[in-house]
Nanobody, 117 residues
Framework: QVQLVESGGGLVQPGGSLRLSCAAS????????MGWYRQAPGKERDLVAT???????NYTDSVKGRFTISRDNTKSTVYLQMNSLKAEDTAVYYC???????????WGQGTQVTVSS
């Protein structure tokens, strides 16, 4: 079965940086869209960034210029580099793999990111 394992979350001060990683197994990683989503307390899960198999990226407006999504297909891993973090970035961040041909989403377990002074 498909498994997504996330790491890299933690506590950071405003203006700081974190790099999240998500390693995929049980699926051909390079053929699929990858993404990062987040869910803040009391809110719905929403998009942070996506990256296609061809490397095209998309970001929600609130993170543009601060976050960078990337992927290493040789390692079946997607990353989210988060810079200039703000308190409103505090959330559980989830790795997502989207199988377009089946319209199926797979999710990681989530990793907590807390931005606080």
């Amino acid at each position: 079965q498909v498994q997504l394992v996330e790491s890299g979350g933690g506590l950071v001060q405003p203006g700081g940086s974190l790099r999240l990683s998500c390693a995929a197994s049980g699926i051909i990683f390079s053929a699929n869209v990858m993404g990062w989503y987040r869910q803040a307390p009391g809110k719905e899960r929403d998009l942070v960034a996506t990256i296609t198999s061809g490397g095209r990226t998309n970001y929600t407006d609130s993170v543009k210029g601060r976050f960078t999504i990337s992927r290493d297909n040789t390692k079946s891993t997607v990353y989210l580099q988060m810079n200039s973090l703000k308190a409103e970035d505090t959330a559980v961040y989830y790795c997502n793999l989207y199988v377009r041909v089946r319209a199926v989403n797979y999710w990681g377990q989530g990793t907590q990111v807390t931005v606080s002074s």
